[in-house]
Nanobody, 114 residues
């Protein structure tokens, strides 16, 4: 059973940075996409960014210019560098890995507050 585990969340002040990491417990067959989503209280889960096996990336409007996704398909690992964090970025951040099957992590809490 593949497990996907996120780490790196925490409490930061507005304007600060965080780097989230996500790794799968074992190789995912056919892995071609890795993504970060987030879900704020009372809101639906939304895509933050994804990276494909060809290293192409896509970002939500709120993430563009502040967040950077990077990944290593061979290592089943994906990162999300988040800079200039805002209170609106407060959410649980989830990692998703997509291959022949799709796997979600349990999430890591990011809280941006002064």
């Amino acid at each position: 059973q593949v497990q996907v585990v996120e780490s790196g969340g925490g409490l930061v002040q507005p304007g600060e940075s965080l780097r989230l990491s996500c790794v799968a417990s074992e190789s995912i067959f056919g892995l071609y996409k890795m993504a970060w989503y987030r879900q704020a209280p009372g809101k639906q889960r939304e895509l933050v960014a994804h990276v494909m096996s060809d290293n192409s990336t896509n970002y939500s409007d709120s993430a563009k210019g502040r967040f950077t996704i990077s990944g290593d398909i061979a290592a089943n690992t994906v990162y999300l560098q988040m800079n200039r964090l805002k209170a609106d970025d407060t959410a649980v951040y989830y990692c998703k890995m997509v291959g022949m099957n799709m796997y979600w992590g349990q999430g890591t809490q990011v809280t941006v507050s002064s």
